[in-house]
């Protein structure tokens, strides 16, 4: 059996394998390089010949993918020049920051947040593979279903609440109604003051242009048959204005235009990522 059918969230194992696709196949320089994932998740011959792999027709999935992760390691990098020393990762699945940026990750502790058979197989790559577990890296399983608390394990785990962080979650807010991303925001807003939070969101359909609408409802309509249907979407104005309702001091929208900007523009293989997905950067 390979490791690719024992990992529980299928999602974080498409992303990890298309962040080492960009790096294969896509022209230098590379906005985000990334192959841990690839190494953890050691998939079977002939995964690139997976539907969800094409070359051509992921490339703007894949464009989305690194460089939402390229702006939030860049705010991370940021902040902990500022002298910020935690950073939460909500929903980790297999980021890879704490193996790929050592140079970053000894002045941090990194907290990462999922549920508890996601980390467990996290670890156990981890070791196999020769990462191993740093000693700034802690996984925090988290078994949200049962009610659990994540701002009380990470406390159990070494988290100062004295002390502001730098808080992202990736690909997460779709899955959540508006409630409950609300509810997760003014958690977060009632860290301690400096506190930054990065999110992203997906804007509404009729937002998107039209050439754009069907391959997103394809993606949706798989999501709903694979029980993991999205269920909110935001116009810009309305991310912010839920942050600020959420408690927190400024927030603001970054969109995809301003990602292609400083990421994407001037290369050779016309590479930008598809539309759909923008960020909202929040602080205490």
């Known amino acids: 059996m390979s490791q690719a059918k024992v990992i529980p969230d299928h999602t974080a194992v498409r992303v990890a394998l298309w962040r080492a696709l960009h790096v294969e196949l896509d022209s230098a320089p590379s906005v985000l390089v990334d192959t841990v994932g690839l190494k953890l998740i050691a998939p079977e011959d002939g995964w690139k010949n997976r539907g969800d792999m094409h070359p051509m027709g992921t490339r703007g999935y894949r464009a989305s993918i690194v460089g939402r992760a390229r702006l939030f390691e860049d705010i991370v990098e940021e902040k902990i020049g500022n002298g910020i020393d935690q950073y939460v990762i909500l929903g980790a699945g297999l980021d890879t920051f704490a193996q790929r940026r050592p140079d970053l990750a000894v002045k941090v502790k990194v907290f990462e947040i999922d549920q508890p058979d996601t980390q467990a197989w996290k670890r156990k790559r981890l070791e196999e593979t020769g990462f191993g577990i740093a000693e700034n ?18 406390s159990q785990h070494g988290f100062n609440d004295q002390k502001p962080a730098v808080v992202t979650s990736t690909g997460v807010s779709m899955y959540l109604n508006r409630e409950t991303n609300k509810a997760m925001m003014t958690e977060i807003s009632q860290m ?5 939070f990065a999110m992203t969101f997906m804007l509404p359909l009729e937002m998107l242009p039209a050439e754009d609408r069907p391959g997103h409802e ?10 993991t249907p999205f269920v909110s979407f935001f116009k810009p ?10 408690g927190f001091k400024t927030a603001k929208h970054v969109s995809r235009e301003e990602v292609i900007e400083k990421y994407f523009k001037g290369r050779a293989d016309g590479l930008e990522p598809s539309p759909g997905e923008e960020f909202l950067i929040a602080t205490v």
């Open 192 to 196: 301690a003051p400096g506190t930054t």
């Open 237 to 246: 104005p309305e991310a912010v204005a839920l942050a600020l309702e959420a």
């Open 137 to 154: 890296l802690v996984l925090v399983p988290v078994d949200f279903e049962s009610g659990e608390s994540w701002r009380k394990k990470i």
């Open 218 to 227: 394809r993606v949706y309509a798989a999501a709903k048959a694979a029980g």
